[in-house]
């Protein structure tokens, strides 16, 4: 159970603090809107190193990614019958740090009249539509955290015991280098259960959720930390 706490628990405060930089920067009448990207980059890499060691702090395994949990699954030894459980504690954790972003700023969605960019304050969207180049964007940036985290991470323990501000700051490489295109979800969790949130509130004059863009951020992921997985098991 402290395993899947801890994941629950994590994934709640990555986006908590995630999105919560997004809503800052973005909606109207906040102190820090128009912050820019930095400001998102930054506030998403603290963001992480929060929630993993959150995680890792109350008996979970620091992955806060459906994506990471899956390839560790398949090319490390992460038990299977915790994959499941872990999948769902991380969207939970997801779903819970969207509403609370929501109230947070909730004064802030109502005064802001560009759908988009409340929208933004939940999940992901290209900056270019094109689904091919789009999922190329994602598999890249995912190869890059799962191959980069592993590489920090304590040989004998992959992942698991790794310290939170490593991954922390190869985040925020991956964000200021290849975030532009997508907006860098590099985690299934971290945009589709946002974007159901977004669906599922009470948010005045939202935006359509985007259901055929939806599977990029999700599949993207998923290959993109599969591949790194694999890669970084041949190399070793």
Same mark, same amino acid.
Request: glycine share 10%.
């Given at each position: 159970?402290?395993?899947?706490?801890?994941?629950?628990? *994590?994934?709640?405060?990555?986006?908590?603090?995630?999105?919560?930089?997004?809503?800052?920067? /973005?909606?109207?009448?906040?102190?820090?809107?128009?912050?820019?990207?930095?400001?998102?980059?930054?506030?998403?890499?603290?963001?992480?190193?929060? *929630?993993?060691?959150?995680?890792?702090?109350?008996? *979970?395994? *620091?992955?806060?990614?459906?994506?990471?949990?899956?390839?560790?699954?398949?090319?490390?030894?992460?038990? #299977?019958?915790?994959?499941?459980?872990?999948?769902?504690?991380?969207?939970?954790?997801?779903?819970?740090?969207?509403?609370?972003?929501?109230?947070?700023?909730?004064?802030?969605?109502?005064?802001?009249?560009?759908?988009?960019?409340?929208?933004?304050?939940?999940?992901?969207?290209?900056?270019?539509?094109?689904?091919?180049?789009?999922?190329?964007?994602?598999?890249?940036?995912?190869?890059?955290?799962?191959?980069?985290?592993?590489?920090?991470?304590?040989?004998?323990?992959?992942? /698991?015991?790794?310290?939170?501000?490593?991954?922390?700051?190869?985040?925020?490489?991956?964000?200021?280098?290849?975030?532009?295109? #997508?907006?860098?979800a590099i985690n299934p969790a971290r945009d589709l259960a946002p974007r159901i949130a977004h669906f599922l509130l009470p948010i005045k004059r939202k935006a359509n959720p985007d259901w055929g863009y939806a599977w990029v951020p999700v599949i993207g992921p998923i290959l993109g930390a599969v591949?790194?997985?694999?890669?970084?098991?041949?190399?070793?």
């Open positions: 159970m402290h395993s899947y706490l801890g994941e629950f628990i *994590g994934t709640t405060l990555l986006i908590l603090f995630g999105n919560g930089v997004v809503a800052n920067v /973005v909606l109207k009448d906040s102190k820090g809107q128009n912050g820019g990207w930095i400001v998102i980059a930054f506030g998403w890499a603290m963001a992480v190193f929060i *929630g993993v060691y959150a995680s890792v702090k109350f008996g *979970g395994s *620091g992955h806060l990614n459906p994506a990471v949990t899956i390839a560790l699954n398949l090319f490390s030894d992460f038990k #299977t019958e915790l994959v499941l459980p872990y999948i769902m504690a991380q969207f939970a954790g997801a779903f819970l740090g969207s509403i609370l972003v929501w109230l947070s700023y909730k004064q802030h969605f109502d005064q802001t009249e560009d759908a988009s960019l409340k929208m933004a304050c939940f999940c992901t969207a290209p900056a270019i539509r094109n689904k091919f180049y789009n999922s190329i964007t994602e598999i890249i940036g995912s190869f890059a955290l799962v191959f980069g985290a592993l590489a920090m991470s304590n040989p004998t323990t992959p992942f /698991v015991t790794l310290n939170a501000l490593p991954v922390a700051l190869l985040v925020l490489a991956i964000g200021l280098s290849l975030g532009g295109p #997508t907006g860098y591949l790194a997985a694999w890669v970084f098991s041949l190399i070793k």
